[in-house]
């Protein structure tokens, strides 16, 4: 709250003066010692005036539910205390009970204006990282950061939503709902800003450091050349954090930024979650016996009619009502009514363009 320190002095302050509270109990000497000419931090300092604002603060977060995270403790993400993130804020506002400190995370952004190709390439990518149950972070932003925070909800994986704003507000408004599952299922919404920090567009290009530096691996999967997923590659890159791209057609918009930091050498391929996998080092323990054994147990309660579709599903991946009717060899009126059987029992979920699969 003392204005003039910004994030990098701060940590070079904390270097020189590991317990912060010793600041200040420095001499009017001692204080010019350390910031020179600064005298409106000199003065800030020796005033304290701030202090009845932090104390305030402190009370609204409690009140709210919210966790303040400072960088000497052990909750607070140390991917952010690594020595080449020198720009990372020391003080951190959290909901949820997530563990920022998971063995693994990986970070997805890319365009708000999404096609269907780039949420159905999130969706699989975040489904198939399942096996290494990695912390999936993402900014809660409209198109890929939405898809990236459903689809680790829907398999059963941590994500934190990191906010441009105060945790009292949710923006984009439409993801309220999609806010509050994050933190039912134990994941959390994080932001450097304080409670009553309105939404400024100047604030959203800041939160992506943290979220490159949450971050073992960011993932870009749609991206014009210049856009704000392009900015927090470069980012994560500077932090020295992999990066990852989804290809995209060579005449798509969506996709030139992805192509781009491919054939700089700034991306790696990522056309499955196994190239994540590979060039991260990290085990996949996902046991595909396992799954198969907990299908089989399921197909105990459905029909030998709605097995057939599913058996198809498990084959093809991907079928329309058209292509079950053919394959199956039942009419289209009794496909499509064991169709809604297994949507119902949540066995299949429908897709755009009446395609189906396997949840």
């Known amino acids: 709250m003392i ?10 302050l904390l270097n020189i003066c590991p317990e912060p509270e010793k600041v200040f109990e420095m001499s009017h000497s001692q204080l010019s010692d350390l910031f020179g000419k600064h005298q409106s931090i000199i003065s800030a300092i020796e005033q304290k005036a701030m202090m009845r604002q932090a104390e305030d603060e402190y009370a609204k977060t409690q009140q709210a539910g919210i966790r303040i995270l400072f960088c000497t403790q052990p909750e607070y993400p140390q991917r952010l205390n690594d ?15 997530c563990d920022l400190n998971a063995k693994h995370t990986v970070a997805f952004v890319g365009s708000r204006k999404s096609t269907q ?19 999936i972070a993402s900014g809660l932003a409209y198109g890929i950061d939405t898809e990236a925070h459903a ?27 999609l806010a509050r599952r994050i933190v039912e299922k134990g994941g959390a919404l994080l932001t450097e800003y304080r409670i009553g920090t309105r939404i400024n567009p100047a604030y959203f290009p800041a939160r992506n450091r943290i979220i490159a530096a949450l971050s073992d691996a960011t993932v870009v999967v749609e991206a014009a050349e210049r856009s704000g997923a392009i900015i927090t590659a470069g980012i994560a890159n500077s932090y020295r954090r992999e990066v990852f791209a989804v290809p995209g057609r060579l005449d798509d918009p969506t996709s030139g930024g992805c192509l ?12 499955n979650a196994g190239d994540i996998f590979f060039q991260m080092g990290w085990k996949n323990t996902f ?16 029909s030998d009619e709605e097995k057939r579709l599913v058996t198809l599903l498990e084959k093809e991946r991907e079928l329309t009502l058209d292509e079950l009717s053919l394959k199956s060899g039942f009419p289209l009126p009794k496909t499509a009514a064991i169709v809604m059987n297994l949507e119902l029992k949540t066995i299949i979920v429908a897709l755009p363009g009446r395609l189906y699969k396997l949840t």
């Not at 190709?117 to 912390?135: D, F, M, N």
């Open 3 to 12: 204005p003039g320190l910004g994030d990098r002095a701060l940590r070079q």
């Open 83 to 97: 020595s080449d993130c020198v720009d990372t804020p020391l003080l951190l506002y959290c909901a949820g009970s």
């Open 117 to 135: 190709y780039g949420r159905a390439a999130t969706h699989q990518l975040v489904e198939g990282l399942k096996g290494g149950q990695p912390l």
């Open 151 to 177: 689809a680790a909800l829907e398999s059963g994986l941590p994500t934190a939503a990191v906010l441009g704003h105060g945790l009292d507000i949710i923006y984009p408004y439409q993801n309220q709902g």
């Open 260 to 271: 781009n930091l491919i054939a700089e050498h700034k991306a790696l391929l990522a056309r």
């Open 287 to 302: 046991d595909p016996a396992r799954q198969r054994e907990e299908k089989l147990s399921l197909f105990a309660e459905i």
